[in-house]
C-alpha cells in the first residue's frame, strides 16, 4: 500500500472525495422536490398516500445502506481505500442512467436499490478522511463530507430546477456525466492511503458482526446508541419535508427546492467553515452536550412553525445543529484503531441506515395520520423527532467522560 500524501498532495484526492458525497447527495436533492407530484401522478393517490409511499421508497434505499455498509467499511480495511470509491462512482454513473430511463415505480425502486449500494461507500470516504487527518482535526475533516452532503443539496433542486425545461430525464443525464466526469478525476488523483491492510473477516463484514466488533472497544458501545437515536430523530427532514411544507404553508415543488437549497448553503457553511471555529475550542463532547438540546429546541420550533417566513428564516438555525454528526464521528474515530476507521465507518453508516429505515416510515406514517381526514397538524413528527433528541441528549450525558471531552491543544 502507498503512503498518505503529504498536505500539500491532499488537495486533488480531497477534491475527488468531496465530489464524490455531493454527486451522492444529488441524488436525493434531484428526486426530493417533485416526489410528492410524481407519486401523486404514477400511482394516482392523494398527498398523504404519496408520502407512505415516499417513506418505502427512502427505506430500501437504507435498507441497502444497512446491508452493504460494513461489508464495504471492511473491504476498504483489507483491499484499500481507492478501488472501492472508484467502484462506487462507476456505479451512480450507471444508476443515474437506469433513473433517467425509469417509466416505472418498478424502475424507480430498481434505481433506488442500486443508488443505495453505492452510497454505502460513504463509511469509505470517511476512512479516507480518517487515514489522512491528524487526531484533533479529525472532526473538521469529517465535516467537509458533510458539507459535500450539504452542498449536493443545494446542487440537486438547482440543476434539477434549471434543467427541468429539456423535461424531467435532463437533470439525471446530468448527474451521469458529473458521475463520469469524476470517476475520470479519480482514476488519475486518487491515491491509496490503507498503510496497515487488514485480514478480510466476513463475521466482522455485516452489520451485527461488525458492531459487535466495533461495540467492544471501550466506549464506542454508548456513542453507537446516542448516534442511532439522533440519526432518527434528525431523518425527519429528508423524510417529511416535501410533504410537511406543502400541507403547511402550500409550497409548490419549486419552493420545496429552493428551500432545500437554502437548507444546503446553511450546511455547507457550518460544515465546511463553522466547525472549525466551534470544536477545537470547546471540544468534540462539550460541543454535543451545547448542540443536541440545541437541534430538540429547533425541532420544537419547526412543529409549531406559524408561516413560510419563519420557516425560511428557521432554516439556517437548524441547519447548524448539523455539527453534531461529524462532532460524534471524530469522538469515535479517536478510539478505534488505524486497521478498523473503515470498518468504523461502515458501522456507523449501517446504524444511520437503520435509522433511514424506521424514521420514513415512522415519520410519514405520523405525518398521514395527523393530516388526513378533518386532522390537520403536519408539524406532529417534528414533535416526534424532538423526543427522539432529548433521549440522544440524555444518552449522551450517561455515558463516561473521556479525552474528547476536552477541547483540543491548538497548535
Same mark, same amino acid.
Given at each position: 500500500?502507498?503512503?498518505?500524501?503529504?498536505?500539500?498532495?491532499?488537495?486533488?484526492?480531497?477534491?475527488?472525495?468531496?465530489?464524490?458525497?455531493?454527486?451522492?447527495?444529488?441524488?436525493?436533492?434531484?428526486?426530493?422536490?417533485?416526489?410528492?407530484?410524481?407519486?401523486?401522478?404514477?400511482?394516482?393517490?392523494?398527498?398523504?398516500?404519496?408520502?407512505?409511499?415516499?417513506?418505502?421508497?427512502?427505506?430500501?434505499?437504507?435498507?441497502?445502506?444497512?446491508?452493504?455498509?460494513?461489508?464495504?467499511?471492511?473491504?476498504?480495511?483489507?483491499?484499500?481505500?481507492?478501488?472501492?470509491?472508484?467502484?462506487?462512482?462507476?456505479?451512480?454513473?450507471?444508476?443515474?442512467?437506469?433513473?433517467?430511463?425509469?417509466?416505472?415505480?418498478?424502475?424507480?425502486?430498481?434505481?433506488?436499490?442500486?443508488?443505495?449500494?453505492?452510497?454505502?461507500?460513504?463509511?469509505?470516504?470517511?476512512?479516507?478522511?480518517?487515514?489522512?487527518?491528524?487526531?484533533?482535526?479529525?472532526?473538521?475533516?469529517?465535516?467537509?463530507?458533510?458539507?459535500?452532503?450539504?452542498?449536493?443539496?443545494?446542487?440537486?433542486?438547482?440543476?434539477?430546477?434549471?434543467?427541468?425545461?429539456?423535461?424531467?430525464?435532463? *437533470?439525471?443525464? +446530468? /448527474?451521469?456525466?458529473?458521475?463520469? !466526469?469524476?470517476?475520470?478525476? %479519480? =482514476?488519475?488523483? $486518487?491515491?491509496? &492511503?490503507?498503510?496497515?491492510?487488514?485480514?478480510?473477516?466476513?463475521?466482522?463484514?455485516?452489520?451485527?458482526?461488525?458492531?459487535?466488533?466495533?461495540?467492544?472497544?471501550?466506549?464506542?458501545?454508548?456513542?453507537?446508541?446516542?448516534?442511532?437515536?439522533?440519526?432518527?430523530?434528525?431523518?425527519?427532514?429528508?423524510?417529511?419535508?416535501?410533504?410537511?411544507?406543502?400541507?403547511?404553508?402550500?409550497?409548490?415543488?419549486?419552493?420545496?427546492?429552493?428551500?432545500?437549497?437554502?437548507?444546503?448553503?446553511?450546511?455547507?457553511?457550518?460544515?465546511?467553515?463553522?466547525?472549525?471555529?466551534?470544536?477545537?475550542?470547546?471540544?468534540?463532547?462539550?460541543?454535543?452536550?451545547?448542540?443536541? *438540546?440545541?437541534? +430538540? /429546541?429547533?425541532?420544537?420550533?419547526? !412543529?409549531?412553525?406559524?408561516? %413560510? =417566513?419563519?420557516? $425560511?428564516?428557521? &432554516?439556517?438555525?437548524?441547519?447548524?445543529?448539523?455539527?453534531?454528526?461529524?462532532?460524534?464521528?471524530?469522538?469515535?474515530?479517536?478510539?478505534?484503531?488505524?486497521?478498523?476507521?473503515?470498518?468504523?465507518?461502515?458501522?456507523?453508516?449501517?446504524?444511520?441506515?437503520?435509522?433511514?429505515?424506521?424514521?420514513?416510515?415512522?415519520?410519514?406514517?405520523?405525518?398521514?395520520?395527523?393530516?388526513?381526514?378533518?386532522?390537520?397538524?403536519?408539524?406532529?413528527?417534528?414533535?416526534?423527532?424532538?423526543?427522539?433528541?432529548?433521549?440522544?441528549?440524555?444518552?449522551?450525558?450517561?455515558?463516561?467522560?473521556?479525552?474528547?471531552?476536552?477541547?483540543?491543544?491548538?497548535?
Amino acid at each position: 500500500m502507498t503512503d498518505i500524501p503529504a498536505p500539500r498532495a491532499r488537495t486533488f484526492p480531497v477534491i475527488f472525495i468531496v465530489a464524490t458525497i455531493v454527486i451522492e447527495a444529488m441524488g436525493i436533492g434531484l428526486i426530493l422536490p417533485v416526489m410528492p407530484d410524481l407519486l401523486r401522478e404514477i400511482q394516482g393517490a392523494d398527498l398523504a398516500q404519496a408520502a407512505l409511499w415516499g417513506g418505502v421508497l427512502s427505506s430500501v434505499y437504507a435498507l441497502m445502506q444497512f446491508l452493504f455498509s460494513p461489508t464495504i467499511g471492511n473491504v476498504s480495511d483489507r483491499f484499500g481505500r481507492r478501488p472501492v470509491l472508484l467502484a462506487s462512482m462507476a456505479v451512480l454513473f450507471v444508476d443515474y442512467i437506469i433513473m433517467a430511463l425509469a417509466g416505472s415505480i418498478w424502475l424507480l425502486l430498481l434505481g433506488r436499490i442500486i443508488a443505495g449500494i453505492a452510497a454505502a461507500t460513504m463509511a469509505t470516504a470517511n476512512a479516507f478522511m480518517a487515514d489522512i487527518s491528524d487526531p484533533k482535526k479529525k472532526a473538521q475533516n469529517f465535516g467537509l463530507i458533510s458539507a459535500g452532503f450539504g452542498a449536493g443539496f443545494v446542487l440537486g433542486p438547482v440543476i434539477g430546477g434549471l434543467l427541468s425545461e429539456w423535461g424531467p430525464r435532463a *437533470p439525471f443525464w +446530468a /448527474a451521469a456525466i458529473l458521475s463520469g !466526469a469524476n470517476l475520470a478525476l %479519480g =482514476l488519475v488523483v $486518487l491515491p491509496e &492511503t490503507m498503510r496497515r491492510p487488514r485480514a478480510f473477516d466476513w463475521r466482522r463484514a455485516n452489520p451485527l458482526g461488525g458492531l459487535r466488533a466495533i461495540g467492544q472497544l471501550p466506549g464506542l458501545g454508548a456513542l453507537m446508541v446516542v448516534w442511532f437515536f439522533y440519526q432518527i430523530a434528525n431523518w425527519v427532514y429528508p423524510a417529511v419535508w416535501a410533504y410537511f411544507t406543502q400541507s403547511a404553508f402550500g409550497w409548490d415543488a419549486r419552493m420545496v427546492g429552493l428551500s432545500l437549497a437554502a437548507y444546503g448553503i446553511s450546511m455547507v457553511v457550518v460544515q465546511g467553515g463553522l466547525i472549525r471555529l466551534i470544536v477545537p475550542r470547546l471540544g468534540e463532547g462539550r460541543t454535543l452536550r451545547w448542540f443536541l *438540546p440545541y437541534n +430538540a /429546541a429547533i425541532l420544537m420550533a419547526v !412543529a409549531f412553525v406559524p408561516n %413560510g =417566513l419563519t420557516m $425560511l428564516l428557521l &432554516t439556517p438555525l437548524s441547519a447548524l445543529g448539523a455539527i453534531v454528526a461529524p462532532a460524534l464521528q471524530g469522538l469515535a474515530s479517536r478510539v478505534a484503531d488505524e486497521d478498523q476507521q473503515g470498518e468504523l465507518q461502515g458501522v456507523l453508516a449501517s446504524i444511520t441506515a437503520v435509522a433511514a429505515i424506521v424514521s420514513p416510515i415512522l415519520m410519514t406514517r405520523v405525518f398521514s395520520l395527523a393530516t388526513e381526514g378533518e386532522r390537520h397538524f403536519p408539524g406532529a413528527p417534528f414533535l416526534v423527532a424532538f423526543a427522539l433528541m432529548v433521549v440522544s441528549f440524555l444518552l449522551f450525558m450517561r455515558r463516561t467522560p473521556d479525552p474528547g471531552d476536552a477541547p483540543a491543544a491548538r497548535d
